[in-house]
């Protein structure tokens, strides 16, 4: 009797799942299950770092930007010249000017490169590289300084970062052009928008974010809150590296700091049992595949609170420790990320296969601060079990 396709769909998908397994444990074999030294850490981040340049066409559109930003954060561990040297191709490919759409001439996923070309401009005090950045995010300021009124009875209508995600993706640069320049005003335009975006989507029950204000009543199929992980990956990603340009003396600084440290309580009790977080954090049943951008991004921001000392070491080293050890485990045999939620808004399936830029620049940076803190002692890796499901016969676009 011929074996249904449905059945063959599902063998088929066991299989490559096992084959696809093997492959990526044995990308950290060497390493995972023992104490890491700071250059085992950089040669892992290498190894994903090559694997990812021999792919790359240029790109500063906000999905290849977090990714040229963890290059940035890469090439100051790194002793390969490579990595600052792929910045500066971006750079000067795009001569050194951020994206621009003028339908939304102020939106914070075209900001995201300025935290790549700022850091190049600190390496060679090149005036051509800082100017572009500085005349987008001026105006950016400019046009937060105005704050519209929002429309009666309807919080939020005006906000310029209206969607968490693009609190990863402004503020960093907004802060430190302020650092370079001396000029606070650009800090102080982050400041008054950071927070005006946080009193609509910070939920202070649960220490988390919502994806923007049409989530603020959205339950899940078991009831719970929406909060969708790489979400507030990005917004806890995003407030270390603000926190890392935000001086001492910074009238506000101690209100991020504890919103910092209330998502990590949060996020650390959320961490499941493999190392990473589902990308439902709430409800980890509706999608129970391992989620991979989500995790970098928790790993690296965790790792940041550590090795400056806002987040305690031996509460959350461990943390640090198992997700780094499911990001290791989580690779593909051609060395990129895997298990990688594709491009949305919300919490949703991911398939073994998935992988996406922002996974790679996230994996740099989580690489980059945990180098810092070592030696670690990594847990053996986990063994990530996802639903069977017909592998993707490409990476997610």
């Given at each position: 009797?011929?074996?249904?396709?449905?059945?063959?769909?599902?063998?088929?998908?066991?299989?490559?799942?096992?084959?696809?397994?093997?492959?990526?444990?044995?990308?950290?074999?060497?390493?995972?299950?023992?104490?890491?030294?700071?250059?085992?850490?950089?040669?892992?981040?290498?190894?994903?770092?090559?694997?990812?340049?021999?792919?790359?066409?240029?790109?500063?559109?906000w999905v290849a930007a977090v990714m040229w930003a963890g290059y940035a954060d890469f090439s100051h561990l790194s002793q390969k010249p490579a990595y600052a040297s792929a910045v500066d191709g971006?750079?000067?490919?795009?001569?050194?000017?951020?994206?621009?759409?003028?339908?939304?001439?102020?939106?914070?996923?075209?900001?995201?490169?300025?935290?790549?070309?700022?850091?190049?401009?600190?390496?060679?005090?090149?005036?051509?590289?800082?100017t572009p950045s500085e005349q987008r995010i001026a105006a950016v300021s400019n046009a937060i300084e105005k704050e519209l009124p929002d429309v009666p009875g309807q919080k939020g209508t005006n906000l310029i970062w209206w969607w968490c995600d693009a609190l990863?993706?402004?503020?960093?640069?907004?802060?430190?052009?302020?650092?370079?320049?001396?000029?606070?005003?650009?800090?102080?335009?982050?400041?008054?928008?950071?927070?005006?975006?946080?009193?609509?989507l910070y939920d202070k029950d649960e220490h988390l974010f919502f994806r923007d204000k049409s989530y603020l009543g959205k339950k899940t199929k078991n009831g719970k809150k929406v909060f969708w992980s790489r979400g507030n990956g990005w917004v806890f990603a995003g407030l270390a590296r603000t926190l890392t340009y935000i001086p001492r003396a910074y009238p506000d600084r101690d209100r991020y700091t504890a919103v910092f440290k209330e998502m990590a309580a949060k996020l650390a009790s959320l961490q499941q049992p493999d190392g990473t977080w589902r990308p439902s954090l709430l409800d980890p049943g509706e999608y129970p595949d391992p989620e991979f951008s989500g995790t970098a991004l928790d790993c690296y921001a965790f790792a940041w609170?550590?090795?400056?000392?806002?987040?305690?070491?031996?509460?959350?080293?461990?943390?640090?420790?198992?997700?780094?050890?499911?990001?290791?485990?989580a690779l593909r045999p051609d060395g990129l990320p895997g298990y990688v939620q594709g491009i949305g808004g919300s919490p949703g399936p991911v398939k073994a296969d998935g992988t996406q830029l922002y996974a790679t620049g996230a994996f740099?940076?989580?690489?980059?601060?945990?180098?810092k803190l070592a030696p670690i002692s990594v847990p053996p890796a986990p063994q990530l079990i996802l639903p069977v499901t017909e592998p993707a016969s490409s990476p997610a676009k």
């Open positions: 009797m011929p074996v249904p396709s449905r059945h063959l769909r599902c063998l088929f998908s066991l299989v490559f799942i096992a084959a696809l397994s093997c492959k990526l444990v044995a990308v950290f074999a060497d390493s995972i299950g023992a104490t890491m030294s700071r250059d085992q850490i950089i040669a892992e981040g290498e190894k994903v770092a090559d694997a990812q340049l021999a792919k790359q066409v240029p790109n500063e559109g971006i750079g000067t490919f795009f001569k050194w000017q951020p994206s621009f759409r003028p339908k939304i001439p102020y939106n914070a996923d075209d900001l995201c490169i300025c935290q790549a070309f700022l850091d190049a401009y600190v390496r060679k005090n090149d005036p051509a590289r800082l990863f993706m402004a503020p960093a640069g907004h802060a430190r052009l302020s650092e370079i320049t001396g000029d606070p005003k650009y800090i102080d335009a982050m400041d008054k928008e950071w927070w005006r975006t946080a009193s609509l609170g550590v090795e400056n000392g806002v987040l305690d070491r031996d509460t959350y080293l461990p943390v640090v420790a198992k997700a780094w050890a499911a990001l290791g485990s740099l940076m989580a690489a980059s601060e945990l180098s």
